[in-house]
């Protein structure tokens, strides 16, 4: 008799269990769904000032607003909207916020220029914005705000100034990979240097730092250049070109004694191929700019190529960044005319 009461008492309570859980199916199947955040959130607010650009309302807590001006949709990889945006005539804006993680957060907000009948698009390499291409390594926007604060703090003799393969050498802001430390260290020993490479910036991205903190109030002896690279296959030689020009003009407008060292792009790929063609063709524009804006044009490709047209894994790791060995053969390549540039003052012995 126990055991049969308790086989009944095991049935009833198994009973009762599903009948509260059908009864919670069916509860909640009558409340209304919380919307999913990548969906349904109010896009951000956007109003014109009256000078042009737009602002951008504040996003929420936790978020970010992220943007782009190519009409193509806003993902982690684009940049964040730091200020106010100017959008020239034929490109579209389209903002959306974003969680730290990187998850949508809202809907897209949409602005669009009409470019006038008979007029030409400018190049987006001359289109001045910020980019989050290489999260992976470091927060683009923070980097920037290193630098603005480094900038106005150390107030640099020497800046350098490009993407990753000058990012990579050393210096300060320390941020992500460092292939040439030593060499950094070595090279520049004794001297305020600041390093502005940006991992996978290209010459609007430049152009967006340039006039946002990173060259205010300050003059240095010189500026090394080395940007262009990542606007190939997505840019003219032309267009870049006039990019890398319009970050001369802009040093020299704020700085009109500072110097700049423009060199050449670096020779890419293990062996020749296209890409080498096309920095071919970018450098014979850029040697075009010797002597104006206060430009001295350096090209010093040449010694990260073997005289069979290879590159050695030893020079460039991946036949476009510089290994240790290859930022030593930067420094040598362009002792004499930085020295030059550099009244008065001799770089160390090396």
Request: net charge neutral; glycine share 8%; hydrophobic share 40%.
């Amino acid at each position: 008799m126990a055991r049969r009461i308790g086989t009944v008492t095991a049935k009833t309570r198994a009973t009762r269990a599903a009948g509260r859980i059908l009864a919670w199916i069916m509860v909640t199947a009558l409340l209304p769904c919380a919307p999913p955040a990548n969906a349904q959130a109010e896009p951000p607010a956007l109003t014109r000032r009256a000078d042009g650009p737009w602002d951008a309302s504040v996003p929420a807590a936790g978020t970010i607003l992220r943007y782009t001006l190519d009409g193509t949709e806003p993902t982690r990889d684009s940049g964040a909207w730091l200020a106010s945006v100017d959008v020239p005539p034929g490109y579209v804006l389209k903002v959306r916020a974003f969680t730290d993680d990187g998850t949508a957060a809202g809907d897209v907000a949409l602005r669009e220029t009409p470019l006038p009948d008979g007029t030409v698009r400018t190049p987006t390499s001359l289109v001045p914005v910020t980019q989050n291409r290489d999260w992976r390594v470091y927060d683009w926007k923070d980097r920037h705000a290193a630098a603005v604060a480094l900038m106005r703090e150390r107030r640099p003799e020497i800046v350098m100034l490009g993407d990753s393969i000058t990012h990579f050498w050393g210096g300060d802001p320390v941020g992500g990979r460092r292939n040439g430390a030593a060499e950094w260290d070595r090279f520049f020993a004794g001297r305020r240097v600041v390093n502005l490479g940006y991992g996978w910036d290209r010459t609007e991205n430049v152009l967006w730092r340039l006039t946002h903190g990173e060259f205010d109030d300050v003059s240095p002896a010189v500026v090394v250049v080395l940007i262009g690279t990542n606007n190939i296959g997505l840019n003219t030689a032309d267009d870049i070109a006039a990019g890398v020009e319009a970050i001369c003009s802009t040093i020299h407008a704020r700085s009109p004694q500072t110097r700049i060292l423009l060199l050449g792009l670096l020779p890419r790929g293990e062996r020749p191929n296209p890409a080498r063609d096309s920095v071919g063709e970018v450098n014979r524009r850029l040697a075009t700019l010797d002597g104006r804006h206060g430009i001295t044009y350096l090209d010093i490709g040449s010694v990260f190529v073997s005289a069979d047209g290879t590159i050695a894994r030893e020079v460039m790791y991946d036949f476009l960044h510089p290994t240790a060995k290859g930022y030593d053969l930067w420094a040598a390549a362009m002792t004499e005319t930085l020295e030059r540039l550099l009244p008065a003052q001799t770089m160390p012995a090396r």
